[in-house]
T-cell receptor, first 111, second 113 residues
Framework: DTAVSQTPKYLVTQMGNDKSIKCEQN?????MYWYKQDSKKFLKIMFS???????INETVPNRFSPKSPDKAHLNLHINSLELGDSAVYFC??????????FGEGSRLTVL | LAKTTQPISMDSYEGQEVNITCSHN???????ITWYQQFPSQGPRFIIQ???TKVTNEVASLFIPADRKSSTLSLPRVSLSDTAVYYC??????????????FGKGTHLIIQP
């Protein structure tokens, strides 16, 4: 059983397009996150949701819009994709212990 | 900004004990110290977490001095498969905001035969 699953794993698209990445966790956690890891391997937090409520938004452009339909799902929609959006996007979840459980990542390539 | 400082890279050999130190001079009273391991093309994976003194699990030990301004991850008898990037995070369990969820550059550990 995959604890945190993301789809798609790979995404190649043209500049200006809109794309979505989906994330689901079956751990029963209340908190979910989106991270971005760029080519320099810096892993930066983008968003955090707790029980469907946005609690962290780290100065991410408005083109990025997270949506949490329920506490087991956190999707990321990106409008008007730019070259600089190329990265690996990781979804994660956690409970009160603070331990983060990460998905396998979604590699986005913008051409 | 990340609250931690780690060496960018380290080399060692199979069978050796490896110690990776993380500096966190501004650690707060409510902060815990957590270490993660990341292999290429995978998400980070939790290794160990501690608050003070020493914590040991089946894969590693974590040493935290009394002032908690640093911590050392100890990997006993490493193997080639321990080659990975190791991240140290400092933050509160909840309410700590983004700082406690910010990964630094990590330490790229390379194990040679």
């Amino acid at each position: 059983d995959t604890a945190v699953s993301q789809t798609p794993k790979y995404l190649v698209t043209q500049m200006g397009n809109d794309k979505s990445i989906k994330c689901e966790q079956n751990l029963g956690h209340d908190t979910m996150y989106w991270y971005k890891q760029d080519s320099k391997k810096f892993l930066k937090i983008m968003f955090s949701y707790n029980n469907k409520e946005l609690i962290i938004n780290e100065t991410v452009p408005n083109r990025f819009s997270p949506k949490s339909p329920d506490k087991a799902h956190l999707n990321l929609h990106i409008n008007s994709l730019e070259l600089g959006d190329s990265a690996v996007y990781f979804c994660a979840s956690s409970q009160w212990t603070g331990e983060l459980f990460f998905g396998e990542g979604s590699r986005l390539t913008v051409l | 900004l990340a609250k931690t400082t780690q060496p960018i890279s380290m080399d060692s050999y199979e069978g050796q004990e490896v110690n990776i130190t993380c500096s966190h001079n501004n650690i707060a009273t409510n902060d815990y110290i957590t270490w993660y391991q990341q292999f290429p093309s995978q998400g980070p994976r939790f290794i160990i977490q501690g608050y003070k003194t020493k914590v040991t699990n089946e894969v590693a030990s974590l040493f935290i001095p009394a002032d908690r301004k640093s911590s050392t991850l100890s990997l006993p008898r490493v193997s080639l498969s321990d080659t990975a990037v190791y991240y140290c995070l400092v933050g509160a369990y909840s309410g700590g905001g983004a700082d406690g969820l910010t990964f630094g550059k990590g330490t790229h550990l390379i194990i040679q035969p």
